[in-house]
């Protein structure tokens, strides 16, 4: 069974910091792309960053570039989102997960985890 | 960037009928979408991939068709359990997520 844990979530001054983490089970968890998708509260899906399985080509939404950093660790079936200088407009719930195949382009999503609350609020 | 316009915002309808949802594509992307359901409360859920494969576990009732910049979404007939908001999702060039559809049970 595939199975996506999240954590990392939680309440952060603007400006600020988090590192998110989820760890993968249940699947070959090199063997695919994996991305980050976020929903705001009350609001819809915005996807955030994607990595391929190799861990060798990342790609993010023009709202997140140059602030998040996706990255995976295919040893310790993680897969990590750095997000450095908060803003109030990154209060979501993100959500990791898993593509149905290994790269990002041409890919969906195939199976979510529950999501981690990020607030951003002084 | 790639735009996706889904419509209605808001359906509401009765028990066993048919409901279609529509998801626009601000350039062609092939058949380069998917279809998710999410529960209130809940994580999405994959129903369509590649506009009209059928997920598997996923009820038949659920359709998806559509290519270029058109799309369809149907429940052949509305169940309780449908209840959610569904989203499109094009994956042509990099990916975007239409705004969404509620579903409501009258």
Known sequence: EVQLLESGGGLVQPGGSLRLSCVASGFSFG??????????PGEGLEWVSG????????????????????????????????????????????????????????????YWGQGTLVTVSS | ?????????????????????????????????????????QAPNLLIYTASNLESGVPSRFSGSGSGT???????????DDLATYYCQQYSSSWTFGQGTKVEIK
């Open chain 1, 51 to 110: 990595i391929s399985g190799s861990r060798s080509n990342t790609y993010y939404a023009d709202s997140v570039k140059g602030r998040f950093t996706i990255s995976r660790d295919n040893s310790k079936n993680t897969l990590y989102l750095q997000m450095n200088s908060l803003r109030a407009e990154d209060t979501a719930v993100y959500y990791c997960a898993k593509g149905a195949h290994y790269n990002f382009y041409s890919n969906y999503v195939d």
């Open chain 1, 31 to 40: 063997s695919y792309g994996m991305t980050w998708v976020r929903q705001a």
């Open chain 2, 70 to 80: 058109e799309f369809t979404l149907s429940i052949s007939s509305l169940q309780p």
């Open chain 2, 1 to 41: 960037d790639i735009q996706m316009t889904q419509s209605p915002s808001t359906l509401s309808a009765s028990v066993g009928d048919r409901v279609t949802i529509t998801c626009r594509a601000s350039q062609s992307i092939g058949n380069w979408l998917a279809w998710y359901q999410q529960k209130p409360g």
